[in-house]
């Protein structure tokens, strides 16, 4: 493919946010966490110099963290979502297409190469400007170089913009880089090319194609490529998920059936409103609960219900749901863990309807859950639900140091004094 392709990458995302919105955090050590608060997920420059490793244990760092004045704040998921959503409408308006690699990632692809450099300078300062976000500006002709011009962008452009050109600067920045900092180069791979005598990013460069694919396969042949600027790789089209999970551990032991059955139709209604964002239907569920593995007598179970006719309604679910839970719950203990798991999902267009079901009750969920939907998207999460789930939006997981949802509870907005 002719043209050059744009990295956008958000620069330490998580901590971007809270900061956009406490600019107390700003210049100092800051490190969000895991679910549970257990460990660091995202740091600041600041933290990384003082040594913080990423997925470091919140335990084994918190007095260090508080001895030079920094601060830990638990993962803020709907803040998070919805600045990422602002910071992509920013940039759809700049491309006709756009490629959401990850919550903090996109890539774009144009044919117009002129002055890109400053193109990117001026998006970046546009979303500077408009979210509050930094984010590094990789520019190259391939999505390989592309991740190689964004880190090095971040770490070393004073403007956090680099565009990859020429052979001599491409083969200058790959010098300085190990295998293992390409895109796609695993531990195991970087073991295997090694064993080879490649060692830096350069030399996987200017390995020979013919032994790439002998020794591990076209993949890595279609790297080697990227890195000499031929795009190789398609476009990330994301398939509909064949099971949806959610589940969660609990930060305590719940011993109450009816509590149990209230958390898990709240999974169940985060699993099948992802069923009908993707426009799928699902024909059954299972149920999973688990005691706390390190106590004794240790208890562990799951069924499964089949409904008659693929739906997508959280109603039926709630009901296979309660009846699954009936089944496996056992009085007296102490249950750490639930989930539930939709199965045998289909395209809407796809799906066998049951030839003696009247395809207007298929008609009436369809549109029922279309206006449920819809109502909580304008009027906000659990503006409305069903009986079987609690009231207020939860998480089941510890977040004892979490922020405010600035941007999606009213709330919690923020308060100017």
Known sequence: MKGTYLLFD???????????????????PVVVLSN??????????????????MCAPYFKIA?????MGGKALSSNYELYADMSNRVMSLLRTYFNTLEVYSIDEAFTHTEDISDLT?????????????????????????????????????????????????????????S????????????????????????TALELYNMPLSLARKKFGINLERTILEL??????????H?????????????????????????????????????????????????????????????????????????????????AMNEGLKRIYREKIGYKRAGITLIDITGEAHCQHDLFCPQTNNLKDTKLMAAFDAINQKLGAKSIYFGAQSQGVNHFIKRGLKSPSYTSSWAELLKVS
């Not at 007095?63 to 001895?67: E, H, P, Q």
């Not at 969660?248 to 009908?276: G, P, Q």
């Not at 239907?281 to 593995?293: D, H, K, Q």
């Open 10 to 28: 958000c620069d330490n995302f998580f901590v971007s946010c809270e900061r956009a919105f406490q600019p107390k955090l700003k210049n100092i």
């Open 36 to 53: 549970n608060d257990g460990c660091v997920v995202s740091r600041s420059n600041e933290a990384k110099k003082a040594g913080i490793k």
């Open 63 to 67: 007095d260090t963290l508080k001895a």
């Open 118 to 174: 400053a193109k990117g300078l001026k998006i970046r300062n546009d979303i500077l400007r408009q979210t509050g976000i930094s984010v590094s500006v990789g520019i190259a002709p391939s999505k390989t170089l592309c991740k190689v011009a964004g880190e090095q962008a971040k770490s070393f452009a004073t403007d956090k913009v680099l565009h990859l050109q020429t052979e001599e600067e491409i083969k200058q920045v790959l």
């Open 176 to 199: 300085k880089l190990d295998a293992t900092d390409i895109w796609g180069i695993g531990k195991n791979l970087n073991a295997k090319l090694n064993f080879l005598g490649i060692f």
């Open 228 to 237: 000499r600027g031929y795009s190789c790789l398609e476009e990330d089209k």
């Open 239 to 319: 398939e509909a998920q064949k099971t949806i999970i959610c589940s969660r551990s609990f930060e305590h032991e719940i011993y109450s059936f009816d509590e149990l059955k209230t958390i898990l139709a709240d999974f169940v209604n985060m699993a099948c409103k992802r069923l009908r964002e993707q426009k799928s239907l699902a024909c059954g569920l299972i149920v999973g609960i688990e005691s706390n593995r390190f106590k004794e007598n240790f208890y562990q179970n799951s069924h499964l219900v089949s409904l008659n006719e693929s739906s997508a309604n959280t109603a039926r679910f709630i009901e």
